[in-house]
């Protein structure tokens, strides 16, 4: 049976995805390879980790303006996760979002969670989102 979950859409949109998970946050300028997909960051504990077409669930971003522009270059190139839940509003994540949809028609969910839900989901997870914010976790 589907845990729910609802959140806060900061940017809205639908997804579905298997959850990628960290308690880190993580810097996407240097951290996240835009062509590939994969987290690059080799002290990060997701490096390996391939977030193209996942749900990356993050406590929240780490860095600056610079993480926008690598967000808003893998949405283009299709290397872009599915969505991403954070713990707060995360003016970075978003505003890659906004641009992308604007700019591509190609923009990504972006939801803020609570610490008591974002510590329920698991990495492997299925998640499916709604554009109100509902977040469905699956086995």
Known sequence: MAELIQAKPIVAGTA??????SQEPL???GGYDQAT?????RRHP???Q???GRVLVLPYSRGSSTATAVLLEALRAGTAPAAILTTAADAFFALAGIVAEEM????????????????RIETGQWIDIDADGTVRLDE
């Open 50 to 52: 391939i977030a193209a």
């Open 27 to 29: 810097s996407l300028w």
């Open 37 to 41: 997909g994969e987290i690059i960051d």
């Open 104 to 119: 591509y028609g190609n923009g990504i969910p972006i939801l803020a969670i609570d610490w008591v839900d974002f510590e």
């Open 46 to 48: 997701l490096s390996g």
């Open 16 to 21: 579905r995805g298997k959850a990628l998970v």
